[in-house]
């Protein structure tokens, strides 16, 4: 199952809400009835502690019961309105970084069961430059975030040399490319941000984002550079590795495309992060499906400042708000 927690929110909602029921419908008016005549035996004689006492509920059924409203209403909007999720990891800075906890609009690509995900009203569809959160192609289990840059017949490519997008609507096979998308790009600056690259034990390559005053560096510290990208309507700030090349030997490879050139296929998408150089993205394991998508990522409600795989060192605040 691809989403182990929905599954048991469901259960224990479902399970609750019997439970509310059998005690609203069923066992509460017998206890009503119960309390009634004990009442009338004794002319009215007995006060309510005593009166709970004649009926009482049982514990199970009580804590049951309870818990319903709040499984329901936590249902509800986790599965149709917005569900928090948590930023793992750098593929997406400066836009988001690693700590941050967003919320997804989950109506956002239409109303879906909790479940299989399955769309049951259709309420819209991804935009070029829509930051989207989606099951992982290769593996459902997972949950990617990534901005979407291609839309169902574009012709996407990249020039792992200048690293710029194209973008070329209408290019679904036998018909000709529109016009191309306009995307320019900003000269390119440092950023704000240093990059540090080491080893864990086993040999395993590590890499932290740290931010840093210009002009400052660190100890196996590269300074990223940035540039603004704008992708048709929206302007977004992407990050680069300066001394990074692209391993196009693992590029996914479309059937008669030359390499780094992909149209997308009717009802999937094409998704990069905007840290061009240290992001997994449609580049190498291809396009993402509609019924992959969960939602659109709208808001940071909480950011702490961590690095991948540690623990928090601070709090954040002033990214608190709308993404941008």
Same mark, same amino acid.
């Given at each position: 199952?691809?989403?182990?927690?929905?599954?048991?929110?469901?259960?224990?909602?479902?399970?609750?809400?019997?439970?509310?029921?059998?005690?609203?419908?069923?066992?509460?008016?017998?206890r009503?009835?119960?309390?009634?005549?004990?009442?009338?035996?004794?002319?009215?004689?007995?006060?309510?502690?005593?009166?709970?006492?004649?009926?009482? #509920?049982?514990?199970?059924?009580?804590?049951?019961?309870?818990?319903?409203?709040?499984?329901?209403?936590?249902?509800?909007?986790?599965?149709f309105?917005?569900?928090?999720?948590?930023?793992?990891?750098?593929?997406?800075?400066?836009?988001?970084?690693?700590?941050?906890?967003?919320l997804?609009?989950?109506?956002?690509?239409?109303i879906?069961?909790?479940?299989?995900?399955?769309?049951?009203?259709?309420?819209?569809?991804?935009?070029?430059?829509d930051?989207?959160?989606?099951?992982?192609?290769?593996?459902?289990?997972?949950d990617y975030? #990534?901005?979407?840059?291609?839309?169902?017949?574009?012709?996407?490519?990249?020039?792992?040399?200048?690293?710029?997008?194209?973008?070329?609507?209408?290019?679904?096979?036998?018909?000709?490319?529109?016009?191309?998308?306009p995307?320019?790009?900003?000269?390119?600056?440092?950023?704000?941000?240093?990059?540090?690259?080491?080893?864990?034990? =086993?040999g395993?390559?590590?890499? =932290?984002?740290?931010?840093?005053?210009?002009?400052?560096?660190?100890?196996?510290?590269?300074?990223?550079?940035?540039?603004?990208?704008?992708?048709g309507?929206?302007?977004?700030?992407?990050?680069?590795?300066?001394?990074a090349?692209?391993?196009?030997?693992?590029?996914y490879?479309?059937?008669?495309?030359?390499?780094?050139?992909?149209?997308?296929?009717?009802?999937?998408?094409?998704?990069?992060g905007?840290?061009?150089?240290?992001?997994?993205?449609?580049?190498?394991w =291809?396009f993402?499906?509609?019924?992959?998508?969960?939602?659109?990522?709208?808001?940071?409600?909480?950011?702490?400042?961590?690095?991948?795989?540690?623990?928090?060192?601070?709090?954040?605040?002033?990214?608190?708000?709308?993404i941008?």
């Amino acid at each position: 199952m691809a989403n182990m927690f929905a599954l048991i929110l469901v259960i224990a909602t479902l399970v609750t809400g019997i439970l509310w029921c059998l005690d609203k419908f069923i066992f509460a008016p017998k206890r009503r009835e119960r309390q009634a005549a004990a009442q009338a035996a004794t002319g009215d004689a007995l006060d309510t502690k005593t009166l709970k006492k004649i009926g009482p #509920k049982p514990g199970w059924l009580e804590t049951g019961a309870s818990v319903f409203p709040v499984l329901a209403i936590v249902l509800i909007v986790r599965s149709f309105i917005y569900e928090p999720f948590q930023i793992p990891s750098g593929s997406m800075m400066p836009t988001l970084l690693i700590g941050d906890f967003i919320l997804v609009e989950k109506f956002a690509y239409g109303i879906k069961d909790p479940i299989y995900q399955k769309t049951l009203i259709e309420t819209g569809h991804p935009k070029r430059g829509d930051i989207a959160v989606f099951k992982y192609p290769d593996d459902p289990r997972l949950d990617y975030i #990534k901005r979407v840059v291609g839309l169902p017949g574009d012709k996407v490519t990249y020039d792992p040399v200048s690293k710029q997008v194209t973008v070329q609507p209408n290019c679904s096979s036998g018909q000709a490319c529109g016009s191309a998308l306009p995307i320019t790009y900003s000269n390119v600056e440092e950023s704000d941000f240093v990059q540090t690259f080491g080893r864990r034990t =086993g040999g395993e390559a590590s890499s =932290g984002f740290y931010q840093m005053p210009k002009g400052q560096s660190m100890d196996d510290g590269v300074r990223l550079a940035e540039r603004k990208e704008t992708l048709g309507d929206v302007t977004h700030r992407i990050l680069t590795v300066p001394i990074a090349q692209d391993q196009l030997g693992i590029y996914y490879r479309q059937s008669n495309q030359p390499l780094a050139t992909w149209i997308v296929p009717p009802g999937h998408y094409f998704m990069m992060g905007d840290n061009r150089d240290n992001s997994a993205d449609s580049r190498y394991w =291809g396009f993402v499906p509609e019924q992959n998508l969960v939602g659109r990522a709208t808001a940071i409600w909480m950011s702490f400042e961590k690095q991948e795989g540690e623990w928090p060192t601070g709090v954040r605040l002033n990214r608190i708000g709308g993404i941008h």
